[in-house]
């Protein structure tokens, strides 16, 4: 709370928080068709055209509330979904699919971005567990990622069980290494510059075959707070954050 209040002006949180003014601000990094809300019946005709299925997404919803896959050839599709965003499916890198293929298991990635330089605080990877979405609060799990890309702890979810292997696919997760990993992390240092009144954001990234694509960015990224007995120099993220922000927490 004490690093949002100070480092991200609250008159600008709209542009993350809601997923449409993301998207447009950041449709560089996103590396996938969108269509915006309330478009006409002809944008949506054309958008959908040539798609069997897309992504809905309330603007502002959160923790995956309300987004679902949906079947192009649903009837009333445009009634129904008009005040959502709709966006073209991200294709999971197949590494990935193979520990869990119902959802994007993506990145979440924490940036600090003091003005003149983007610093990557931490990195989580989280994981779909009988769902589409892969948000803690809708069933999902988390695991650390240390600074190369590799999963350094089992995935815990908010029931507190603990996972070294999916429980669905009973692939292994503690020591996977996260592909395109380097990718991911230049993708959002990149666009943590591009709004100076947020410098504090959690950015979900999902991981192709080929590329790191931005899914949104959150001025408020939650607490994912490594247990220092994890860490190789048993001090935990508080000290880093501290030196970075130049903040006493």
Do not use: C
């Not at 070294?164 to 996977?176: A, C, D, N, V």
């Amino acid at each position: 709370n004490e690093i949002v209040k100070t480092f991200n002006n609250k008159n600008y949180w709209y542009l993350l928080d809601d997923k449409a003014e993301f998207n447009k601000l950041y449709k560089k990094y996103l590396n996938r068709d969108f269509l915006l809300p309330n478009s006409s019946i002809e944008e949506f005709n054309s958008f959908i055209k040539n798609k069997d299925r897309v992504i809905v997404k309330p603007v502002d919803g959160v923790g995956g509330v309300g987004i679902k896959i949906v079947s192009t050839k649903e009837e009333n599709l445009y009634e129904k979904y008009k005040k959502y965003l709709i966006e073209e499916i991200i294709i999971q890198n197949d590494k990935l699919n193979e520990i869990y293929n119902k959802s994007v298991n993506s990145l979440r990635l924490f940036t600090f971005y003091d003005g003149k330089n983007s610093y990557l605080l931490q990195s989580i990877i989280k994981f779909g567990n009988g769902n589409v979405v892969d948000n803690f609060s809708s069933g999902g799990m988390y695991a650390f990622v240390s600074d190369d890309g590799t999963i350094i702890t089992p995935a815990i979810d908010k029931n507190d069980n603990i996972y070294e292997s999916h429980p669905i696919t009973k692939k292994q997760i503690l020591g996977f290494k996260i592909p395109l990993f380097e990718e991911a992390k230049k993708t959002v240092l990149e666009a943590s510059k591009e709004l100076n009144e947020i410098k504090y954001i959690g950015w979900d990234v999902a991981i192709t075959n080929d590329k790191a694509s931005i899914i949104e960015g959150n001025s408020y990224p939650g607490v994912f707070q490594i247990k220092p007995s994890f860490s190789k120099d048993k001090t935990g993220i508080l000290p880093k954050y501290e030196k970075i922000m130049n903040i006493k927490l």
